[in-house]
């Protein structure tokens, strides 16, 4: 049974950091690709960040990039998101997910992932 679990989230002021981290089991964490999701009140889950299965490949929203870091420690199955400068406008639930294939690049959209974490409340205010 594969599970998810993220942690790291919280109350924090606009321009503070964080980093959220996703532990996972009950799967070979290192052969899969890793995604990173948010979604706010009202409206659709969209996509973050994500990493490929070697940690190799990152991708990234616009809307975080510049500002966000994701990265992967396959001995640990943990994949983290760091989150720096961070805005009124990034307070949302963040998600993790693990891509359903076995060695696949760093995807960004929902299908693509077929396991997902609980998540972790972000709230950065103004």
């Known amino acids: 049974q594969v599970q998810l679990v993220e942690s790291g989230g919280g109350l924090v002021q606009a321009g503070d950091s964080l980093r959220l981290s996703c532990v996972a089991s009950g799967r070979t964490f290192s052969r899969y690709a890793v995604g990173w999701f948010r979604q706010a009140p009202g409206k659709e889950r969209e996509f973050v960040a994500a990493?490929?299965?070697?940690?190799?490949?990152?991708r990234y929203a616009d809307s975080v990039k510049g500002r966000f870091t994701i990265s992967r420690e396959n001995a640990n199955n943990t994949v983290f998101l760091q989150m720096n400068s961070l805005k009124p406008e990034d307070t949302a639930v963040y998600y993790c997910?693990?891509?359903?294939?076995?060695?696949?690049?760093?995807?960004?959209?929902?299908?693509?992932?077929?396991?997902w974490g609980q998540g972790t409340q972000v709230t950065a205010s103004s």
């Open positions: 997910a693990l891509d359903s294939a076995p060695y696949s690049g760093a995807a960004v959209t929902t299908r693509a992932y077929e396991y």
């Open positions: 990493i490929n299965w070697s940690g190799g490949s990152t």
